[in-house]
Nanobody
Framework: QVQLVESGGGLVPPGGSLRLSCAAS????????TTWFRQVPGQEREAVSC?????KYRDSVEGRFTISRDNAENMVYLIINNPKPEDTAVYSC??????????????????WGKGTQVTVSA
C-alpha cells in the first residue's frame, strides 16, 4: 500500500523559516517526480515545486523555497524561507511520473498525501 505522509506544518511568522517533510512508503520517490502542491479553501490547488532529475519552482516562490530529496530515507523536503501571508495553505506532496514535465498538472499524479497546514502570521 502506497502512503505519502506530510509533516512539519504549523504557524510561522513572516520572514521565518519552516521545513516540510514528505515521507513515502510503498513507492520509491527517487524514481519519480515529487511535487508539493498547496491549496487554500475556495481556491484551486496550485503546484509549488517539483523535484525529479532537477528542481522546478513556481515564480512566486522561486528564491524562497527549496525542494530536496533524500533517497536513502525515501523522503522529500520543502524548505520555506521568508514566508509571506499569501503562502498560507494546506501543503500536500504528490508522486507522479519520473520527470517534472507538465508538473503543474495535478492529474498526472497518482499518489497524494493528506496535507499539512502552513499558516504565515505574526
Amino acid at each position: 500500500q502506497v502512503q505519502l505522509v506530510e509533516s512539519g506544518g504549523g504557524l510561522v511568522p513572516p520572514g521565518g523559516s519552516l521545513r516540510l517533510s514528505c515521507a513515502a512508503s510503498g513507492i520509491t520517490l527517487g524514481n519519480r517526480a515529487t511535487t508539493w502542491f498547496r491549496q487554500v479553501p475556495g481556491q484551486e490547488r496550485e503546484a509549488v515545486s517539483c523535484i525529479g532529475a532537477n528542481a522546478k519552482y513556481r515564480d512566486s516562490v522561486e528564491g524562497r523555497f527549496t525542494i530536496s530529496r533524500d533517497n536513502a530515507e525515501n523522503m522529500v523536503y520543502l524548505i520555506i524561507n521568508n514566508p509571506k501571508p499569501e503562502d498560507t495553505a494546506v501543503y500536500s506532496c504528490a508522486a507522479g511520473p519520473s520527470l517534472c514535465v507538465d508538473w503543474f498538472n495535478p492529474r498526472l499524479y497518482v499518489y497524494w498525501g493528506k496535507g499539512t497546514q502552513v499558516t504565515v502570521s505574526a
